[in-house]
Each structure stands twice: as structure tokens, then as C-alpha cells.
T-cell receptor, first 113, second 113 residues
């Protein structure tokens, strides 16, 4: 158990819909990350927050947005969903901002039908 | 554009022998490298990391070697155990841009009892 909690574990939704994925980082971790793992793309970095502020951004689609709240939990919002958004979405957290390992949650499997 | 590559999709090793997993990267500005292990239906688990100022880091049965001139990273597991059977991912980051990890596509290691 990494200490990173993601909910829900599974999500099935229709195209065009909007979903919210939630992440609680390890106790004391200030940095939160979101990654997407799809079959053809591997693990792709989406975004990093540190103590509530966005600090690094990857190839995150404009239809996707994230935020980190004052209690340090984070949410990833995915809207206007397409079939190609079906993937595993991982949240990770770390104590420091840079140069440190990140600890991953078990992921949310999103299926868009 | 895959900046981190693991060219061997799979590897089989006898229990007790050495497992060597390889990783190549293209971005010479990467300065922090990690190895993760992943079991099915779980998030990646951190194994070991190395900074670009070092060429070797050891933690128990796991040793990571970094050859900056060749842009090559390897993970040695000695001795290999059946419980090591998993998918191994290498990852790299450029610290000045945050803790954004670029992951390889993974190598599936099978340790045969």
C-alpha cells in the first residue's frame, strides 16, 4: 500500500460525458501528479501540483483539468469524453517538488462507451 | 516521441541468477532516473533512483547503473527471485522542469523457479 488513495477504482461512462477522479496523497506529501496509461501510449505525464499550485504540465488535453485543494487532495476532471480517453489514470504524490521518487495509487480505470 | 526506451519487451531468468534490465534515453538533459516495478491491477511501485552526478546506486538486491555518455541505464537484480516477476519501467526527468517523469514502455520480467 503506497498510501495514495484514488477513487473510484472503476468508472464506465458514455461519450460526451464528464467525470471527476479523486486522489488523496500520502500524509505529508505536498506534490501530486496525474498520469495516464493507455495501451498504445504507455504511462504519460499529465500534470503536477505542489502545495496547491500547478508546477508542471505535460500533454494534457484542453478537455482535461485538474486542481489541488487546500487539504492537498487533488481532482482530475475529464469532459466531453471520447472513446480514446479510455485508460488507466494514476495519481502519485511526493514530499518534494523535484528530484524525488513519486508514490503511485492503484489507479482509476476509465472506460468510455 | 519516445524519449525513454526499453527495447526488450520481455526477459526470462532462472531463480538465483542475475536479471539485467536495460533502458536508453535520448534527452541528454535528463538528470534524475528511476526504476519502478508494476504488478497487474496495481500502480507502479518505486524501486530505486539515481541522480546524474552518480554512475551507480545500490539498494539491497537492486543496483542501478548510469552511463551518461551512452545515455543508457540498467537495473541489476541479484539474486533474482520469483516474486520479482513483474513489469519494470524506467523513468527519467529533467529537474529544472519539475518532477515530470518520462516512462519507458516496460520490460516484463519472469523469474523461473
Amino acid at each position: 500500500d503506497s498510501g495514495v488513495t484514488q477513487t473510484p477504482k472503476h468508472l464506465i461512462t458514455a461519450t460526451g460525458q464528464r467525470v471527476t477522479l479523486r486522489c488523496s496523497p500520502r500524509s505529508g506529501d505536498l506534490s501530486v501528479y496525474w498520469y495516464q496509461q493507455s495501451l498504445d501510449q504507455g504511462l504519460q505525464f499529465l500534470i503536477q501540483y505542489y502545495n496547491g499550485e500547478e508546477r508542471a504540465k505535460g500533454n494534457i488535453l484542453e478537455r482535461f483539468s485538474a486542481q489541488q485543494f487546500p487539504d492537498l487532495h487533488s481532482e482530475l476532471n475529464l469532459s466531453s469524453l471520447e472513446l480514446g480517453d479510455s485508460a488507466l489514470y494514476f495519481c502519485a504524490s511526493s514530499t518534494r517538488l523535484v528530484g524525488t521518487e513519486a508514490f503511485f495509487g492503484q489507479g482509476t480505470r476509465l472506460t468510455v462507451v | 516521441d519516445q524519449q525513454v526506451k526499453q527495447n526488450s519487451p520481455s526477459l526470462s531468468v532462472q531463480e538465483g541468477r542475475i536479471s539485467i534490465l536495460n533502458c536508453d534515453y535520448t534527452n541528454s538533459m535528463f538528470d534524475y532516473f528511476l526504476w519502478y516495478k508494476k504488478y497487474p491491477a496495481e500502480g507502479p511501485t518505486f524501486l530505486i533512483s539515481i541522480s546524474s552526478i552518480k554512475d551507480k546506486n545500490e539498494d539491497g538486491r537492486f543496483t542501478v547503473f548510469l552511463n551518461k555518455s551512452a545515455k543508457h541505464l540498467s537495473l541489476h537484480i541479484v539474486p533474482s527471485q520469483p516474486g520479482d516477476s513483474a513489469v519494470y519501467f524506467c523513468a527519467a526527468s529533467e529537474i529544472r522542469f519539475g518532477n515530470q517523469f518520462y516512462f519507458g514502455t516496460g520490460t516484463s520480467l519472469t523469474v523461473i523457479p
